[in-house]
C-alpha cells in the first residue's frame, strides 16, 4: 500500500509489516519506531482505517493484530517521539480515536491525559484533548 512520494507499507518476505521507499531497501515497522507510518496522520483517520481494513488481509500474519492497533502504535509513537510537529499532528487522531468503538479506550484516554497536561502543545490543542478525555 502506498503512503506517497514513494513510500509504502506492506508485508515483508518473513511476514512483518515492513516500510520503505523504492529508492530504498525494507526495514521491519517496529525497527522503524513507527516514523514512515506519521505522514499517514497528515491524512483523515476515517480513510487511512478504511484503506488498512480494505487490504488487512495482506498483513494478518504481521504481528499487529488490528488496522486499529497499527495506528495505535502509530500515535503513541509519535506523541512520545518529543518532535513538535509529529506531537501536534496526533492529537487530531488521538482526539478521532476516542470517539471511534474498536480502538482500545484506555490507552487513548491514557495518551488524551498526557496531551492534555502537556506543555509541548499549544493551548487550543491540550483543551480538545482534554474535552476528548472527557
Known amino acids: 500500500m502506498y503512503r506517497g512520494n514513494g513510500a509504502w507499507i506492506g508485508t515483508m518476505p ?5 516500510v520503505g521507499v523504492e529508492s530504498e531497501g525494507r526495514a521491519t515497522l517496529e525497527g522503524s519506531g513507527f516514523v514512515p507510518m506519521w505522514p499517514f496522520m497528515e491524512r ?3 480513510a487511512c482505517l478504511d484503506e488498512f481494513s480494505r487490504v488487512w488481509d495482506n498483513f494478518a500474519d504481521s504481528g ?4 486499529e492497533k497499527l495506528i ?3 500515535v503513541g509513537s509519535a506523541w512520545k517521539s518529543g518532535r513538535s510537529y509529529w506531537m501536534q499532528v496526533s492529537v487530531s487522531w488521538a482526539v478521532d480515536m476516542a470517539g471511534r468503538p ?3 479506550r484506555r490507552f487513548i484516554d ?5 496531551m492534555a497536561a502537556s506543555d509541548a502543545l ?3 490543542l491540550r483543551e480538545q484533548a482534554q474535552r476528548a478525555s472527557s
Open 14 to 18: 518473513d511476514g512483518r509489516i515492513g
Open 44 to 46: 483523515d483517520l476515517s
Open 64 to 67: 499487529v493484530a488490528t488496522p
Open 72 to 74: 495505535e502504535l502509530t
Open 102 to 104: 474498536n480502538f482500545d
Open 110 to 114: 491514557g495518551l488524551l491525559l498526557e
Open 122 to 124: 499549544p493551548p487550543e
